[in-house]
């Protein structure tokens, strides 16, 4: 993940930024932690420009920490879906989309593929 460009756009504000810790207010938040942790949280959708998109549902936010440690949450309903591991998530191709259905389940949508790597697994369960 470290070697990603990271670009987040939200509700029509856009901050690109790596380093000194950075705060865009308003319905939906990003904020860039000075310990390398990038958090995105909002009560509407949430944006991950990259090779493809990266959607994430209300109440969802996406942590990325200095040694490349990747924590996703998304909350639907009582369900909790986390990735957790050394590793990254690669998405490719155009139009695609990676966002938790109405069940809690990780889905994929578009002409691209989403890629999972490194040693940690996708998982669901009850809060």
């Known amino acids: 993940m470290n070697k990603m ?14 380093g000194a810790a950075k705060v865009v207010s308003g319905i939906g938040g990003f904020w860039a932690i000075g310990d390398g942790r990038t958090d995105v949280a909002g009560d509407g959708w ?14 969802s936010n996406m942590t990325v920490l200095n040694d490349g440690f990747v924590k996703s949450e998304g909350w639907v309903g009582y369900n909790r879906v986390v990735y957790e591991g050394v590793g990254e998530i690669n998405v490719s191709g ?5 966002y938790f259905d109405g069940d809690g389940h990780v889905m994929a949508a578009g002409t691209g593929s989403v890629d999972f790597t490194g040693t940690g697994d996708w998982g669901k369960y009850k809060y």
Not at 46 to 59: A, L
Not at 94 to 98: A, H, I, S, T
């Open 94 to 98: 155009n139009g695609v989309d990676l």
């Open 5 to 18: 460009l990271i670009v987040f756009m939200c509700m029509g504000l856009m901050l690109v930024g790596v």
């Open 46 to 59: 949430s944006w991950f420009d990259g090779n493809g998109t990266i959607n994430m549902s209300n109440s």
